[in-house]
C-alpha cells in the first residue's frame, strides 16, 4: 500500500547530481504560489535573469532559465541555432558530448564528431583539424564540465579556434556553471546551458541559458522555423523578456523559481569567486584524502574538474557493494560510472552545497571504512588527518 506520505529519509549526495539542496532553497519552494503573470512574479522573473547574468559573467540580454531539466536546456540551444542540412563540431569526451551529437542530428543536422579519450580534456589541435577538413561548418559544441568523466576542457581556446573558422559555439555548463571558473562574455561563448541541481544548490528542473547578439542574430536568420514549438526562443523570448508586454507561453514553475532565485541569491552572498575557491579548495582536501586510502583519480592533473571526482574502483572491489554500503550505513550517495567507465569508477560530486568539510569527512570515513571490511587497506587515518590539514591547514 502506498496511499501514505512520501518522507524520503535525508541523504548526504555526492554524485554526479542532484547535489544536497540548501534549506534555505527548500523553504523558498515552500512559498505561496502565486500567478505567473503576477507583477510580484513578474519582478522575480527580472531579478532571476539579473543573477543568471552574474552567475554566467555575461551582459547578454537573453539570459534567462528554462522551464525543464538541463536537457530542454540543451535542445532549446540545439534546436534554435541548428537547422536541417547544418554542419557541426561535435566534441566527444563523454556521455554528455554524445548527447549533443544526437541532437545535431535528430534535427537533421550533419555531426562532425572530434573524439577524445573519456577522462581527457578535448584536445584544441583536433579541433582546429576537423575545422581546417570542414570549412562549411557553422557551429562547435562542446562540454564544459563532463560530469561522466570528471575531465574540464579549456572553453576560451576552443571558442577562440572556433570563431577563427567562422562557427558559433553551443557549451554545456551543466556542472560547471557555480562550480569553476566560466566567463561567458569574455571567453565570447555564444550559447550556454546550465542546470539548477548541481553546482547552484537548488532542486532539479530549470536550465538558465544564455544566447548572446550572434547567436540571436543566426536565430533570426533562419531559414526554417524551430521545429519545437515549446523551444522556440522567438516565443518564449516574448514571455520573459521584460521590454515587451508580457504574453502568456506557457505556465513557469512559479515555485521552483522562487528555489532558484534564492539558490542564486545565496551564490551572490558568497560571492561567485568564492564558490570557485571552494570547489577548488574541497577537491584538494578529497584528493589529498583519497591518495591515503590508495586511490586515484583518472583525469591527469590540470585537467580535472573539482566539482567532480572520478575515482578508480581498486582491484577484487564491486562497485554496486561498496554503493549500496554507502547508502544504507551512512544514508551517503556517492555516484557509479557511465557508459565505457561503469562499473570501473565511482563519482563523487562536491557541488554547490554539497561541497562542505563535514560532507569530505563522511565520505572519507565512510568510504574507508567499508573499503577496509572487504579488504583494501589503506591509512584512514592519514586519510582523515590530510583532509583536514587542506581545509584547515
Ligand atoms: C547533468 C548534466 C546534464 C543533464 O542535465 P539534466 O538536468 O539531468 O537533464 C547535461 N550535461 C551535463 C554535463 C550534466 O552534468
Excluded at 164 to 183: K, S, W
Aim: net charge negative; aromatic share 6%.
Amino acid at each position: 500500500m502506498s496511499n501514505t506520505r512520501f518522507e524520503p529519509r535525508v541523504r548526504t549526495l555526492l554524485g554526479p547530481g542532484p547535489a544536497d539542496v540548501h534549506p534555505r532553497v527548500l523553504a523558498a519552494m515552500a512559498r505561496p504560489t502565486i500567478g505567473h503573470l503576477d507583477p510580484q512574479f513578474i519582478a522575480l522573473m527580472d531579478e532571476i535573469k539579473d543573477l543568471l547574468r552574474s552567475a554566467f559573467c555575461t551582459e547578454n540580454r537573453l539570459t534567462m532559465p528554462i522551464s525543464g531539466p538541463g536537457s530542454v536546456g540543451m535542445e532549446t540551444c540545439f534546436v534554435n541555432l541548428v537547422e536541417p542540412g547544418d554542419k557541426v563540431v561535435v566534441c566527444i569526451n563523454g556521455v554528455f558530448g554524445m548527447r549533443m551529437k544526437e541532437n545535431v542530428e535528430r534535427i537533421g543536422g550533419t555531426a562532425v564528431v572530434v573524439a577524445d579519450p573519456w577522462g581527457r580534456a578535448i584536445d584544441p589541435n583536433k579541433l582546429e583539424d576537423a575545422l581546417r577538413a570542414h570549412p562549411d561548418a557553422k557551429v562547435v559544441a562542446f562540454v564544459h564540465a563532463e560530469t561522466s568523466t570528471g575531465a574540464r576542457s579549456d572553453v576560451e581556446t576552443l571558442v577562440e579556434i572556433a570563431h577563427r573558422h567562422n562557427c558559433l559555439t553551443i557549451v554545456d555548463a551543466v556542472t560547471a556553471l557555480g562550480g569553476c571558473e566560466l566567463q561567458v562574455d569574455d571567453w565570447g561563448v555564444d550559447a550556454v546551458y546550465a542546470g539548477s541541481q548541481k553546482c547552484l544548490s537548488c532542486t532539479p528542473g530549470l536550465a538558465p541559458i544564455s544566447f548572446n547578439e550572434r547567436a540571436i542574430e543566426r536565430l533570426r536568420a533562419r531559414r526554417t522555423p524551430v521545429q519545437s514549438w515549446f523551444m522556440d526562443l522567438n516565443l518564449v523570448m516574448g514571455y520573459w523578456d521584460g521590454s515587451q508586454r508580457r504574453s502568456y507561453h506557457h505556465t513557469a514553475p512559479v515555485n521552483a523559481l522562487y528555489g532558484l532565485h534564492e539558490a542564486l541569491l545565496m551564490l551572490r552572498e558568497e560571492g561567485l569567486e568564492q564558490a570557485w575557491t571552494r570547489h577548488a579548495r574541497h577537491h584538494r582536501a578529497l584528493r589529498a584524502g583519497l591518495e591515503a586510502l590508495g586511490l586515484e583519480l583518472i583525469v591527469p592533473e590540470g585537467e580535472r574538474l573539482p566539482q567532480l571526482n572520478v575515482v578508480a574502483i581498486p582491484e577484487g572491489i564491486e562497485d554496486a557493494t561498496v554503493r549500496a554500503r554507502l547508502l544504507a550505513e551512512y544514508d551517503l550517495e556517492i555516484g557509479a560510472g557511465l557508459g565505457d567507465l561503469a562499473g570501473k569508477v565511482w563519482r563523487i560530486g562536491l557541488m554547490g552545497h554539497s561541497s562542505r568539510p563535514e560532507n569530505l569527512m563522511l565520505c572519507l570515513a565512510g568510504l574507508g571504512a567499508v573499503l577496509r571490511d572487504l579488504g583494501h587497506i589503506g591509512d584512514l587515518d592519514r586519510a582523515l588527518v590530510a583532509v583536514h590539514r587542506q581545509l584547515f591547514g
